[in-house]
């Protein structure tokens, strides 16, 4: 996949990974309370085992490796948001609106030809002159 196929990728899932991100914050927020600590239980001593069972230990662990796990996620996600974001607010106003009805808003050419007042024909190379620029701001202009 060439960069710009990979750019109008990203752009075409930009609110879905928003909408993703939102999700693994609210999964942190779960998290606290699926794995409320309980009291430490020593079910083990005396029977034979010799170690202690530590239930609490085990959640707490459980909570921390899912908690890094998510954060590692919201962190890639939050870049990748806010890569492109960032490339987009470099766009001309014209560019990054006719990127955003195109790829966010999935609107028509002819609508957004209507609505920015030029030709299908110019609106679409808008778009592509958009494009470029988006791949260059994402993926570097040596691919």
Known sequence: MNSRAKAEKELRELYFNQAYLESLEHEIVVLNYEYGLRGVAYDGIGGGSGEPGDSTGDQ???LVDARVAIDRKIARYKNKI???ESVLALLTERERKVT???YIEYKPWW???QEIGYSIRQAQRIKEDALEKVSIGLYG???
């Open 60 to 62: 707490a662990a459980k």
């Open 100 to 102: 955003l009805m195109y």
């Open 82 to 84: 806010n890569h492109i």
């Open 111 to 113: 609508k957004i030809a």
């Open 141 to 143: 202009s040596d691919e």
